[in-house]
C-alpha cells in the first residue's frame, strides 16, 4: 500500500482486500468487553477537518482511540490566505507538532492530494472527503458492507456482483470513490441520475450510465442512494423535489422491484422524502445503520495499515518533485 | 552609443550575415561586413528576428508589486527576446483612466528595457457596467489602442457592441477575454474527462466559443475590428477561421502554454497549472498548433501572469489563475511550433513580432531586420537545450509550469532600438535610456 | 570443538521427525489432562500460525483421551507485538475466542516455539483485553532457550539447545505439507516465521 490514502484509484486490489479483511477482523473488537488495541500507542492523529462532518469525524476519532493513538482534533475554518492562516502554514504547524497521520476533509477537492505531494509534512494523509472528488473509506465501507451481505469471507471479491447506485454523482465524492473501488473489486457498477447530474466524460468511465432507475432495480445486487441536497433544485438540476423523487427516489414500491438478496444502501446523511423514503430507510434491507457500525472497523484497519507499522514519517522524506510532462 | 557588428547571424533563418548596429537602426547587412564597431557579436549559429511584442502582458504594477512591477517584468521580457509588451489593464487601481495609463508608461520609459504600451480598461474598474473613457485614455501619452477587461469578460453584448464602435473613432481595438461567466461559475479547469474526474468545477469550451461567436457577429455587424485574447479550444479556432473567410476584422491570439500543455497536468493538483483560460486537451492544444501554422491564429502572446509563491503554494481551489512566461515564450514556440515542422523561423517572425505590433497598431515595433530600419532584435541560439530553472528568471515571480523541463533554446541577446537590453544571455544593467 | 570452525552454513539437520511429533503431542495432552485434573475448564488457544495447527491437534487428542470437546480458539497477537514498527504493517490473522469465552478459564496458549518469550508477551497481553482467565498456561512444541522475558513453558515437547546463529524451523503439514522440526544456521535457514519474528532484538533483521 502507499502510504497515504488520497484516491481509492490508488489501491490495487489486494491492497484493497488487504483493508477489508483487516477490517473484518478488527470488527470483532466492537464485541468485547475492552475494546481497545495498544497498536497505535504513541503515534499521533490529527483530524483536520475544514468542513463540518460529525458523522466521519466521529467515526475516525473512535478509530484512532481504539488503536490508542494520541488524537489531536483541529478544526479550521476556510484556508485562502485572505481569510486566514494557509492550509501550508497549518501542514507545516502540524508537522511540528509531530503528526505522524493526518484525516483531511476539506472542501477543495484535491487539498488532500497537495497535502500528501507536498514537503509541508512527513506523516501519512487520510482523505476524509475532499470538495468533489474522493472520500475513500466511505467507499471502503460500502464494499465491506457489500461483501459481508454479497459475498462474505477473506479473500472474497465483489466479483460479478451488480451495483446500482443513485442519485448527483456529479457532486458525489462517495460515487467517484466508489466506481474505482468497485470496479477493481470486480463489480459492475451503473449509475443512475438525471443526465445534468452526471459528470462530462462519465461514458469513459468503467461503468454503465442509465436515465431509468426502474429498468435498473431488477438487475441489481447493492443499490446505494446517495444524497441529493435541495438547494441542487435552484441551479436547475432539475425542476422541483417532487419530481426528482418520482423519478430517482427510492420507495416501496421500487424496492419491490429489488432482488430478494439485494441490500438497500445510503452514506448518510439521508434526506428523507426526497431520495428515500422512511420505508425503505428503516426497512431491513438498508444498511445505513451498519455501514456507520463498518466505518469504524475500516478507518481503524486503514489507520493499522498505514501508521501500525514502520512509517517513513520515522525518517524525513526525500522524495523528488515530479515535473511537467 | 554603442555600435554594435553582429557577425553570421542567420536572419529569420536564412544564410548567415553580418549587421552593423549604430544609431539605433540598422546600418548595414550584408557578408563579409568590413566596418568597425564598438563591440563584435559571433552570432554563429544564432536566429535573428524581429525584437518580439507581445500582446497581452501583467505587469501588475500598479498594486501588486510583490508579484511583479514594471522594472522586473520588462526585465523578463527582455530576457526573453521582447522588446514591447502590452501591459494589461487590471492592476490596482484598474488602468480605466488616463491617469494610470500614463503612470503605466512612464514606469516603462523609467525602466527602459522594451517599449510598455499599456493596455485600457474597456468599462470602469472592469465591472463590465459603464464604458472607461477610452478617448482619453487614447489621447494620454501613452495613446492606448488596445483596449481589454482581460481577466474579466465584457459578456454584456449591448456593452460589447458599444465599445466596438466607440474605438473606430481612433483605429481601437477591443480584445476579448471570451468566457460567458454564467456558465464559469466556480469553474476550475476545463471541463472534460479530467475535470469529472477530479472533481473540479467544469469550464466548457462552449463558454469560450459562445462568446467568440457573439462577438465576431457583432464585429461584423458594426463593422469593427476585434482582438480574440489568448484562444484555447478547437471551436473557438473554427469560428475565428470562419469569421476570417468573411473577410471580417478579426484577429487571434494564443499563448505559449496552450501550445504545449494540456488538462491532464491538473491529476497532479499542482496550482501551478492553474491558469484562466484553463489547460485544455491534446485535440485541442492540437488545433491551436494548426490554426497559429495556417494564420488562423495571428499572433503567440504570453499572458504572463505572476503570482507571488503564497497564491500558489495552497491547494488548487483557492489559488490565483496564471503562469509567467516571458522568458520561456520563444523556447516554448520553437518545440512546439518550429521543431515540429509547423513553421519556419520567418513564420515565428510574423506571428511573435510583425502581426501583433500591428494588431497594436505599434510603430516602430515589428519592422522587418532590413538597412534604416529600428534595430529592435533578438539573437536565439535554438541548439541549446537546457531545464527550465525559475531561479534564474527575472521576473519577480516564479509560478512556471516548466520548471524542471528541458526546453529548446535561449535568447542570447536583445537589441531595443540599437542598445542591447540583453547580451551574452546577461541583462545589461542600464535603464531609463529609451 | 565446533565453536572453531569456519562459519560456513550448516544444512539444517532434523531434529524431530512427524512420528516425534505426533509422539509430542499426546504426552503433552496427557499432561494437560493430569495436571488440569481432567481438563474440565481448560481453553485451548493456538497462536498464529503454527500454534493454531498445533492446538488443533492437542483439541484432537485431548478429545480422544478426556472424550470431551475442549474449547478450541485461535489468538492473532499482531497488534500486541512489540516491534511492529520494525517492519512495514503485517496482514491480521483470525483471532477466534470460542463461544464459552475465557473468564474463569484455564487458557493454555499453545505455540510452536518459545524463543524470546516476546511473542508470549503480546498473547498475555491480548488475553488482557479479552477477560479474566483463571490461570494461563503455555505449551510449546519446541524450547529454543535464549528467553529475553521472564516467561517459561508449562508444557514442552523438546527442549533444544541452540545458538543464537541457529535458526529452528518447525513444519506442520497442515501449512508446510510435512512435519518436522529442523536446526540449522540463520543464514541458510529458509525462516520460519514464528522462530525468528519473535525475536526482535536479534543482530541481523530479515531484509
Known amino acids: ?325 | 552609443m554603442t555600435s554594435y557588428l553582429i557577425r553570421n547571424a542567420q536572419i529569420l533563418g536564412g544564410a548567415p550575415q553580418d549587421l552593423h548596429i549604430a544609431d539605433g537602426v540598422f546600418k548595414a547587412i550584408g557578408t563579409g561586413l568590413a566596418v568597425e564597431a564598438d563591440i563584435e557579436i559571433d552570432a554563429t549559429g544564432l536566429v535573428a528576428l524581429p525584437g518580439l511584442v507581445d500582446l497581452h502582458t501583467h505587469l501588475r504594477e500598479p498594486g501588486r508589486e510583490d508579484a511583479e512591477t514594471v522594472l522586473t517584468g520588462t526585465r523578463a521580457a527582455a530576457m526573453g527576446g521582447f522588446t514591447a509588451v502590452h501591459a494589461m489593464a487590471n492592476t490596482t487601481p484598474v488602468a480605466d483612466t488616463a491617469g494610470v495609463v500614463e503612470q503605466v508608461w512612464r514606469l516603462g520609459q523609467e525602466a527602459g528595457y522594451c517599449d510598455v504600451q499599456p493596455v485600457g480598461a474597456v468599462t470602469v474598474g472592469l465591472e463590465g457596467k459603464q464604458l472607461a473613457e477610452l478617448g482619453a485614455m487614447h489621447e494620454s501619452a501613452a495613446g492606448v489602442r488596445v483596449f481589454s477587461d482581460d481577466g474579466k469578460c465584457v459578456d454584456d453584448a449591448v456593452l460589447m457592441r458599444r465599445a466596438l464602435e466607440y474605438v473606430k473613432a481612433f483605429d481601437g481595438v477591443v480584445a476579448q477575454h471570451a468566457q460567458e461567466p454564467r456558465l464559469t461559475e466556480g469553474a476550475q479547469m476545463n471541463e472534460g474527462q479530467v475535470s469529472g474526474e477530479l472533481g473540479l468545477g467544469g469550464w466548457p469550451a462552449v463558454a469560450e466559443e459562445s462568446i467568440i461567436a457573439r462577438d465576431v457577429l457583432l464585429a461584423a455587424h458594426v463593422g469593427s475590428r476585434l482582438h480574440v485574447c489568448h484562444l484555447s479550444t478547437a471551436g473557438s479556432v473554427e469560428i475565428v477561421r470562419w469569421a476570417k473567410s468573411k473577410g471580417w476584422d478579426v484577429t487571434a491570439e494564443v499563448t505559449p502554454h496552450h501550445l504545449l500543455l494540456t488538462d491532464e497536468l491538473v491529476r497532479t493538483y499542482d496550482p501551478v497549472y492553474k491558469v484562466n483560460p484553463p489547460l485544455r486537451t491534446a485535440e485541442d492544444v492540437q488545433a491551436l498548433r494548426k490554426a497559429l501554422a495556417d494564420g488562423t491564429i495571428d499572433a503567440v502572446a504570453t499572458d504572463h501572469a505572476p503570482h507571488p509563491a503564497e497564491d500558489k503554494d495552497c491547494e488548487w481551489a483557492v489559488a490565483a489563475m496564471g503562469m509567467v512566461g516571458l522568458e520561456t515564450a520563444l523556447s516554448v514556440v520553437q518545440q512546439t511550433m518550429v521543431d515540429t515542422g509547423l513553421l519556419n523561423w520567418e513564420g515565428v517572425a510574423d506571428r511573435m513580432s510583425h502581426r501583433p505590433a500591428r494588431i497594436g497598431r505599434l510603430t516602430g515595433q515589428g519592422r522587418p531586420i532590413s538597412v534604416g530600419e529600428p534595430a529592435n532584435l533578438v539573437l536565439f541560439d535554438p541548439a541549446y537545450r537546457g531545464a527550465v530553472n525559475p531561479e534564474s528568471f527575472a521576473t519577480r515571480s516564479r509560478n512556471t509550469p516548466y520548471k524542471g523541463l528541458d526546453l529548446p533554446g535561449r535568447v542570447h541577446a536583445t537589441f531595443l532600438r540599437g542598445r542591447a537590453t540583453v547580451l551574452a544571455g546577461e541583462l545589461a544593467e542600464q535603464g531609463g535610456l529609451a | ?207
Open chain 3, 1 to 207: 570443538m565446533t565453536t572453531h570452525r569456519e562459519p560456513t552454513p550448516r544444512p539444517p539437520h532434523q531434529v524431530l521427525d512427524g512420528t516425534d511429533i505426533t509422539r509430542v503431542v499426546t504426552r503433552i495432552a496427557h499432561e494437560i489432562v493430569e495436571r488440569a485434573k481432567g481438563a474440565e475448564d481448560v481453553v485451548l488457544l493456538g497462536i498464529h500460525t503454527r500454534g493454531v495447527h498445533l492446538a488443533r491437534r492437542l483439541h484432537a487428542r485431548l478429545a480422544q483421551i478426556t472424550g470431551r470437546e475442549i474449547p478450541l480458539g485461535t489468538l492473532d497477537i499482531t497488534m500486541y507485538r512489540d516491534d511492529l514498527r520494525l517492519k512495514p504493517a503485517r496482514a491480521l490473522e483470525h483471532t477466534e475466542i470460542p463461544p464459552g469465552g475465557i473468564d474463569g478459564k484455564l487458557v493454555i496458549l499453545v505455540d510452536d516455539v518459545l524463543f524470546s518469550g516476546r511473542t508470549i508477551r503480546a498473547a498475555l497481553d491480548a488475553l488482557n483485553d479479552i477477560g479474566r482467565p483463571r490461570a494461563v498456561q503455555l505449551a510449546v512444541l519446541v524450547d529454543r532457550g535464549h528467553r529475553e522475558l521472564p516467561i517459561r513453558a508449562d508444557y514442552v515437547g523438546k527442549n533444544l539447545p541452540t545458538s543464537l546463529r541457529e535458526a529452528v524451523q518447525v513444519r506442520l503439514s497442515d501449512s508446510d505439507g510435512v512435519d518436522a522440526v529442523l536446526v540449522g544456521d540463520r543464514d541458510f535457514a529458509s525462516r520460519s516465521s514464528q522462530a525468528m519474528a519473535a525475536e526482535p532484538s536479534a543482530p541481523h533483521l530479515p531484509e
Open chain 1, 1 to 325: 500500500m502507499k502510504r497515504h490514502l488520497v484516491s481509492t484509484a490508488d489501491l490495487t486490489r489486494d491492497d484493497a482486500l488487504l483493508i477489508l479483511d483487516t477490517a473484518e477482523e478488527l470488527a470483532q473488537l466492537s464485541g468485547r468487553a475492552v475494546k481497545k488495541l495498544p497498536t497505535l500507542r504513541g503515534r499521533t492523529v490529527v483530524n483536520l477537518f475544514f468542513e463540518d462532518s460529525t458523522r466521519t469525524k466521529t467515526s475516525f476519532e473512535v478509530a484512532e482511540k481504539r488503536l490508542s493513538a494520541d488524537v489531536i482534533n483541529f478544526s479550521a475554518k476556510g484556508s485562502s490566505v485572505s481569510k486566514g492562516e494557509s492550509l501550508k502554514d497549518t501542514a507545516l504547524t502540524l508537522q511540528a507538532m509531530g503528526a505522524d497521520a493526518v484525516v483531511i476533509r476539506h472542501h477543495a477537492s484535491g487539498a488532500p492530494a497537495r497535502l500528501a505531494q507536498s514537503d509541508w509534512l512527513h506523516g501519512s494523509v487520510i482523505n476524509a472527503g475532499d470538495g468533489t472528488h474522493e472520500h475513500p473509506t466511505q467507499a471502503l465501507l460500502d464494499a465491506f458492507t457489500m461483501r459481508r451481505h454479497l459475498n462474505a469471507g477473506p479473500g472474497k471479491d465483489l466479483a460479478g456482483r451488480r451495483v446500482t447506485i443513485v442519485g448527483d454523482v456529479l457532486h458525489s465524492r462517495v460515487a467517484r470513490s466508489n466506481v474505482h473501488l468497485l470496479t477493481t473489486l470486480g463489480a459492475e457498477v451503473t449509475f443512475v441520475a438525471p443526465p445534468t447530474l452526471l459528470p462530462i466524460g462519465i461514458q469513459n468511465w468503467p461503468c454503465e450510465v442509465s436515465y431509468d432507475l426502474d429498468a435498473v432495480l431488477p438487475k441489481t445486487d447493492a443499490l446505494m442512494m446517495l444524497r441529493v441536497q435541495r438547494e441542487r433544485m435552484n441551479a436547475a438540476f432539475f425542476p422541483t423535489e417532487r419530481e426528482y423523487s418520482r423519478r430517482y427516489g427510492m420507495n416501496g414500491i421500487r424496492m419491490a422491484q429489488l432482488p430478494e438478496h439485494a441490500i438497500v444502501m445510503h452514506p448518510g446523511p439521508m434526506v428523507r422524502g426526497m431520495e428515500i423514503t422512511a420505508e425503505v430507510a428503516d426497512s431491513p434491507r438498508c444498511t445505513a445503520v451498519e455501514q456507520v457500525a463498518n466505518g469504524v472497523s475500516i478507518r481503524m484497519a486503514v489507520l493499522y495499515l498505514l501508521l501500525g507499522g514502520a512509517t517513513l514519517a520515522d525518517s524525513p522524506r526525500t522524495e523528488s518533485v515530479e515535473t511537467a510532462q
